[in-house]
């Protein structure tokens, strides 16, 4: 016995651009800032080193490590001495500890500390102030603060 054939029915409302949600920021390609963290995290580095590291064409490389010595994050060190063949010889760059400086605070319950790091991380000055400790609590600390 054969069943009769059901109607078909639409029972959703068609679909609308508005109610598809927008889509996340897509993966984007290693650029500047992986040519950065490779050069930090094994510099003195050859370009072509961070080629290999990242992913880049060594002429992508070229193009980033231009922009990050104009802005003067990174710099160029001496020729590496090997034997002398074919092509160019190998220029390392490595980040520019002499330049800028980045400060950094932390606030605990009975100091407070103030540094400055070059861009390695490495502490440059650094000084710890005790907090006042009185019947405001940390209201002593904190100029203008009142209970």
């Known amino acids: ?86 092509g160019r010889p190998h220029i390392p760059v490595e980040i520019d500890t002499g330049r800028y400086l980045v400060a950094g605070a932390h606030v605990a319950v009975a100091h407070s500390t103030v540094s400055l790091m070059d861009l390695r991380g490495r502490i440059v000055a650094e000084d710890r102030q005790p907090h006042a400790v009185g019947a405001r609590g940390p209201y002593a600390t904190v100029p203008g603060g009142s209970p």
């Open 1 to 86: 016995m054969k069943r009769p054939p059901v109607p078909h029915r639409r029972t959703t409302t068609p679909l609308r651009r508005s109610d598809i949600p927008a889509a996340g920021p897509a993966r984007r390609a290693p650029g500047t800032g992986s040519v950065l963290s490779a050069i930090l995290d094994h510099g003195p580095v050859a370009r072509s080193t961070v080629a290999r590291l990242t992913g880049l064409s060594p002429a992508a490389v070229t193009g980033h490590v231009g922009q990050l010595l104009a802005r003067g994050l990174v710099r160029e060190g001496a020729e590496t001495a090997g034997p002398k063949g074919l």
